[in-house]
Nanobody, 116 residues
Framework: QVHLVESGGGLAQAGGSLKLSCLAS????????MGWYRQAPGKQRELVAS????????TYADAVKGRATISRDNAKNTVYLQMNSLKPEDTAVYYC?????????WGQGTQVTVSS
């Protein structure tokens, strides 16, 4: 099993910044992809950013391009999401995601609330 624990969420003002962290533990070897999803009230869960663990290739949702940066520290089994220029529409529960064939794993989520 892979266990994912997010941290770093909380309250922020519009225009501010937050850095989310996701620590993976358990069977962390051979994790293929890690990333972040978010789910806002009344909306489906959507991809925010992802990164291949074996490379620096990243993917970003259009809504966060230019404002979000995903990075990883393989030695610490940790993935980060730096978000700048926060907007109220960024308010959501953010979930860490990991894919280790053939299973997808999810963290418990961390709330990000951005006030105007």
């Amino acid at each position: 099993q892979v266990h994912l624990v997010e941290s770093g969420g909380g309250l922020a003002q519009a225009g501010g910044s937050l850095k989310l962290s996701c620590l993976a533990s358990g069977s962390v070897s051979s994790i293929n992809v890690m990333g972040w999803y978010r789910q806002a009230p009344g909306k489906q869960r959507e991809l925010v950013a992802s990164i291949f663990t074996s490379s620096d290739i990243t993917t970003y949702a259009d809504a966060v391009k230019g404002r979000a940066t995903i990075s990883r520290d393989n030695a610490k089994n940790t993935v980060y999401l730096q978000m700048n220029s926060l907007k109220p529409e960024d308010t959501a529960v953010y979930y860490c995601h990991a894919y280790r064939w053939p299973t997808t794993y999810w963290g418990q989520g961390t709330q990000v609330t951005v006030s105007s």
